[in-house]
């Protein structure tokens, strides 16, 4: 007998790393490091640059700053941190947030 998922299942998203170093979901976001100072999200609402500083090799290690999503309303700013999280997971890399 097969396993019927309930209404409420939630799938994790695909995610894949284009050549450039940009994390892509199945979702329509992405995630990619643009400088030694800024992470940037994309989706469907736009773009956020998010503050961060680099701390290690190229692309591999990064403290993110949430104070730099001050602007956003909460929800958006908590979303974004977890989406980059995730990205960061999936590629490999280290993250910190700040507290």
Do not use: C
């Not at 995630?31 to 956020?48: E, F, K, Q």
Request: proline share 5%; net charge positive.
């Amino acid at each position: 007998m097969g396993h019927a998922a309930g209404a409420g299942a939630h799938r994790a998203p695909r995610l894949r790393m284009t050549p450039v170093g940009r994390v892509r979901s199945s979702e329509g976001w992405s995630v990619v490091v643009v400088g030694p100072l800024t992470i940037r999200y994309s989706d469907d609402l736009g773009d956020v640059d998010v503050g961060a500083e680099a701390r290690g090799g190229r692309r591999t290690g990064f403290e993110l700053y949430p104070e730099s999503l001050a602007h956003l309303p909460r929800e958006r700013a908590d979303l974004v941190v977890a989406r980059v999280r995730e990205a960061f997971a999936h590629a490999g890399w280290h993250l910190r947030v700040a507290e």
